[in-house]
């Protein structure tokens, strides 16, 4: 593990020098994971050339030194983390150019770069996502624990779906499929648990309601689990009691167009031609329409991370990524399908990490 996070911050030595940049301001909690190891929510990370320090607080005291070691310098502050930075950056002279994570740094904090006595004096810089782009092809250590969490998903998946019955509501179906995720060992719940039921499946990102499941109810659970700070992202859709024909006829399209990009994407290709496998295959069935976001995404540290898979993504999909394949339709008032699995995108080819079922489940009503 060492070993991984020096070459990752020896990688952000060199963007440096390739941003002419005299310094890097890490505030990103997952990039600062990445980076240190550290998994606390307060911290700041500056890397030189020089070395780097991570300024946390005295909540993380016995925690930081665990998680991190001897890798990089530490500097527990008692007051204000901005305090322990204007100190290390004392040594810096007055023009140096300092970079910072754009998405990570808030208006209020940017306002501090430059009216604080201290934080005027050097120059800086906003930067785009340089450690994004390192945590996007991942490690075979990585793969294991997105393999691990995806692992966990699907346990506890099927641990639930053996105690759904109709007149559960689905805010009952997410209290019993998050505790099986907590028994499986999974850290965090890496994003609100999607549970939504008859027509309230048509909405791609519902909560969990008071709602109670009726007899023959479409049922969507989007859900995920936390292994080692990695997630998992898991999507399937069941009937409760029966399906009708037009039930299953939706159900086999989503299910085709999830195979059909599950097995055919590559590194290599854009996020935009990955898309249009599953898009083109529900589009020539006539449900392009009803098809309205995009087929996947990256994850990792984060549930959303690089790389999209979209119609607008024109970067081409890296070696050793791991992504969702997520197609679903969704038809207001009848409700809606939608099939995610994660898949590793080895040199190899695509390898799917969420291993359940495709077929429709007709849970007993
Ligand atoms: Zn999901
Ligand atoms: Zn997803």
């Known amino acids: 593990m060492t070993d991984r996070r020096s070459a990752r911050a020896a990688r952000v030595v060199e963007a440096l020098t390739e941003n002419h940049l005299d310094a890097l301001l890490v505030t990103g909690r997952a990039n600062i994971r990445y980076l240190t190891g550290f998994s606390g929510s307060s911290a700041l990370l500056l890397v030189t050339a020089r070395d780097s320090v991570l300024i946390t607080d005295f909540r993380y005291q016995t925690q930081v030194s665990d998680e991190v070691g001897d890798l990089v310098r530490i500097r527990v502050e008692a007051t204000s ?53 390192l945590r996007e092809s991942k490690d075979v250590d990585e793969v294991a624990l997105i393999r691990h969490a995806a692992g966990m998903a699907t346990r506890a998946l099927s641990n ?23 028994d499986e060992g999974s850290e965090a719940h890496p994003f609100e648990t999607i549970v939504a039921s008859g027509p309230r499946s048509a909405l791609p990102h519902a909560r969990a309601s008071g709602r109670a499941i009726e007899r023959n109810d479409l049922l969507l659970l989007d ?10 992202d898991v999507t399937r859709t069941v009937v409760v009691g029966h399906a009708s024909d037009d039930v299953r006829a939706v159900y086999d399209i989503v299910r085709v167009a999830n195979e059909r990009a599950s097995s055919a994407v590559r590194a290599g290709m854009t996020g935009a031609s990955a898309d249009a496998i599953a898009r083109d295959y529900i589009s020539a069935a006539g449900y392009g329409e009803d098809f309205g976001h995009s087929l996947g995404h990256g994850i990792g540290l984060e549930v959303h991370e690089a790389p999209r898979l979209a119609r607008t993504a024109a970067a081409k999909l890296l070696a050793d990524t791991v992504v969702t394949i997520e197609p679903g339709i969704y038809r207001p008032e009848w409700g809606g399908v ?24 007709e849970l007993s009503a």
């Not at 859900?223 to 998992?232: I, L, M, N, R, T």
């Not at 898949?343 to 429709?360: C, K, M, N, Q, W």
Request: charged share 25%; net charge negative.
């Open 160 to 182: 639930t779906l053996q105690q759904v019955r109709s007149g559960l509501t689905e805010l009952e179906v997410a209290g019993i499929l998050e505790k099986a995720l907590r």
């Open 223 to 232: 859900f995920g689990a936390e292994h080692g700070g990695y997630c998992s």
């Open 81 to 133: 983390l901005w305090d322990g930075l204007w100190a290390e950056l004392g040594h810096f002279h007055g023009r140096a150019v300092i970079g910072f994570g754009s998405a990570h740094v808030t208006h209020r904090e940017f306002q501090r770069f430059l009216d604080d006595a201290a934080g005027a004096r050097w120059q800086w810089r906003p930067q785009g996502d340089i450690v994004e782009a």
């Open 338 to 361: 939608r099939i995610e699995d994660d898949v590793y995108l080895s040199a190899d080819g695509p390898r799917i990490l969420t291993d359940f079922t495709h077929e429709l489940l």
